[in-house]
């Protein structure tokens, strides 16, 4: 694949952007052409809304009774449904509990989290594309806080992410 410039998108408040359009359509995509694997790494996360189809654009995708929203569980779990291994770490925090309860009530064989007390990293990645920053996956996060969010498709980082992630990870399991 080709690789395209990064995007870096500061949202916030100030800058009147926010990041819901840009995850919402990596998401889809996902969902509809799941990468072998998906990676979600964030100390906090909340099971923030991450597809709105209150107003139906996104009918014709979900099928005979389309929702009006989708959480960040429901699109993770359908992504692992369409085949690929879905990898979650973040902290042992309450905070986090009601999505990785959701997330873990699916028993599906794909899908895995981690615990971790120290980790910090903040990234969203697939087969060929990455979103890091500053961001955690809480409402704050993507609506309310000053982040500094990268999205990249092609080239090495993606891969050399899932790489660093599977070496951190994948060895303690």
């Given at each position: 694949m080709k690789e395209l410039t990064p995007r870096t998108l500061r949202t916030g408040p100030r800058t009147g952007l926010r990041?819901?359009?840009?995850?919402?359509?990596?998401?889809?995509a996902e969902m509809l052409n799941?990468?072998?694997?998906?990676?979600?790494?964030?100390?906090?996360?909340?099971?923030?809304?991450?597809?709105?189809?209150?107003?139906?654009?996104?009918?014709?995708?979900?099928?005979?009774?389309p929702p009006s929203s989708w959480r960040?569980?429901?699109?993770?779990?359908?992504?692992?449904?369409?085949?690929?291994?879905v990898s979650v770490i973040t902290r042992p925090?309450?905070?986090?509990?009601?999505?990785?309860?959701r997330i873990e009530s699916s028993r599906l064989t794909g899908v895995?989290?981690?615990r971790d007390p120290d980790v910090h990293e903040k990234t969203l990645c697939g087969q060929e594309w990455i979103l890091t920053g500053s961001m955690n996956f809480t409402v704050r996060g993507l609506a309310?806080?000053?982040?500094?969010?990268?999205?990249?498709?092609?080239?090495?980082?993606?891969g050399q992410a899932r790489l660093d992630l599977a070496q951190r990870w994948r060895s303690d399991s």
């Open positions: 990041i819901d359009s840009a995850l919402s359509a990596v998401l889809m799941p990468s072998r694997e998906v990676w979600l790494v964030s100390p906090w996360i909340t099971d923030v809304t991450v597809v709105d189809n209150s107003h139906g654009a996104y009918d014709a995708f979900f099928g005979d009774v960040l569980s429901d699109t993770l779990l359908r992504i692992a449904r369409g085949g690929a291994r925090d309450p905070h986090n509990e009601v999505f990785l309860r895995k989290v981690w309310k806080n000053d982040e500094a969010v990268t999205y990249k498709v092609g080239g090495p980082d993606a």
